[in-house]
């Protein structure tokens, strides 16, 4: 049985700086698409960054890029999510998600991003709260 399971969400001041961990069991960890989502209050859930754990490609959405820095660590079948420079609007639950196909070592992150934006279920964590104030 697949378990995606999140820690190291909390409050902090706008500026501050968190770090996201997911680790996965039950789950080829090699060769997957991995991501973490976010949906704030009265929004839709967004894929804000996805990591190929075969090439290691990364991508962001335009509200992250050159804040948050999504990594893996293979040995402890573990995707990380730091989050520096944080605003009042990344405030949100926070969630890992990993794709349910099989594992292709050859995609890039935006191909990764198509996958757990798709049609196809995804694996889900049960969330973490990232909570950020001005």
């Known amino acids: 049985q697949v378990q995606l399971v999140e820690s190291g969400g909390g409050s902090v001041q706008a500026g501050g700086s968190l770090r996201l961990s997911c680790v996965a069991s039950?789950?080829?960890?090699?060769?997957?698409?991995m991501g973490w989502f976010r949906q704030a209050p009265g929004k839709q859930r967004e894929a804000i960054a996805v990591?190929?754990?075969?090439?290691?490609?990364?991508f962001y959405t335009d509200s992250v890029k050159g804040r948050f820095t999504i990594t893996q660590e293979n040995a402890k079948s573990t995707v990380y999510l730091d989050m520096n420079n944080l605003k009042p609007e990344d405030t949100a639950m926070y969630y890992c998600?990993?794709?349910?196909?099989?594992?292709?070592?050859?995609?890039?992150?935006?191909?990764?991003?198509?996958?757990?934006?798709?049609?196809?279920?995804?694996?889900w964590g049960q969330g973490t709260q990232v909570t950020v104030s001005s």
């Open positions: 039950g789950y080829t960890f090699s060769g997957r698409c």
């Open positions: 990591i190929s754990t075969g090439r290691g490609g990364t």
């Open positions: 998600a990993a794709e349910q196909g099989g594992s292709h070592y050859i995609r890039s992150g935006g191909a990764c991003y198509t996958v757990l934006t798709g049609e196809a279920e995804n694996y």
